[in-house]
């Protein structure tokens, strides 16, 4: 079992070792690693001064674990305060998934609105759930979750919210934002607890917001640091769902806002 530490090293350094069985979802790679795969690259072949402003996520395949494959990063725009990036994963000359990435340089602004912040509570308080073999999908193993309010997958919950904390179990370094993108997409989709019995549910298009950088601060965040989730299912009807999430420090400030597209294959014609 290789941590995600290992593999946002080796992309830094110029190597693509493939994705073990532990980061997968069956024999698929789940979605938050080969984004923060993708972010990682883009890290390494672009480097920023300016902080990562968003990023928008397309998962268009599979990328299957235990297999080589590519990552094909370009510059779409640089200008002098903002730039837009994309990345590329491909596996057998197919593309996996797509990110593009924003960047943008601070300016001065007399428009000045501070986020409303939250109280999470103890870190690290609620209910945990750990890796169940057969159960769980193999990545769990590297994160700890712990829910605070919402239902379980395919508990016929009549929740349409998600409230929990999150951190990585097996890293002890900084949290860059490649590590922060793999921690959002770690929780299962909101949708999943309205469900009866298990069916397949996947995340389609992800835009993701960042409101400051996880290293800002006096105190920058670590990987085995909690973060706050909140997320809810805004609307569903024809087998689609929209779901929008807040993610907090664990001082209750806003660090960034995530909003998925999910397909949810529950009924079979």
């Known amino acids: 079992m290789t941590s995600f530490d290992h593999y946002y090293q080796a992309l830094l350094n110029g190597e693509m070792p493939a994705v073990d069985a532990s980061w997968g979802q069956g024999k698929t790679t789940f979605g938050g690693m080969s984004a923060a795969l993708a972010l990682t690259a883009l890290e390494r072949d672009y480097p920023q001064s300016a902080p990562l402003r968003s990023l928008s996520i397309h998962v268009g395949g599979a990328l299957t674990t235990e297999q080589p494959y590519e990552i094909a990063t ?51 308080s609620g209910t945990r759930l750990g890796y169940i073999q057969g159960v769980t999908p193999e990545f769990v193993r590297h994160i700890d979750f712990s829910y605070v309010s919402g239902g379980l997958p395919f508990s016929n919950s009549k929740d349409n919210h998600i409230h929990g904390w999150m951190r990585f179990n097996d890293c002890s370094g900084p949290l860059t934002e490649a590590h922060l993108v793999a921690l959002i997409d770690s929780w299962p989709p909101a949708t999943l607890q309205k469900l009866k019995s298990v069916a397949p549910c996947a995340s389609i298009t992800w835009s ?12 920058p965040l670590q990987a085995n640091d909690w973060l706050y989730y909140e997320v809810d299912i805004a609307e569903a009807h024809g087998g689609y769902a929209h779901t929008t999430a807040r993610i907090y420090r664990a001082d209750g400030s806003l660090l960034a806002l995530s909003r998925q597209l999910v397909v949810v294959y529950d009924k079979r014609s």
């Open 74 to 124: 370009r510059a779409l725009r640089a200008g002098r305060s903002v730039s837009h990036l994309q990345a590329e994963v491909l596996q057998n000359e197919d593309c996996a998934t797509v990110v593009s990435a924003c960047y943008g340089k601070a300016r001065e602004s007399d428009v000045v609105v501070a986020a409303d912040k939250s109280d999470p509570g103890e870190p690290g």
């Open 208 to 219: 993701l917001e960042l409101l400051d950088s996880p290293s800002a601060g006096d105190a």
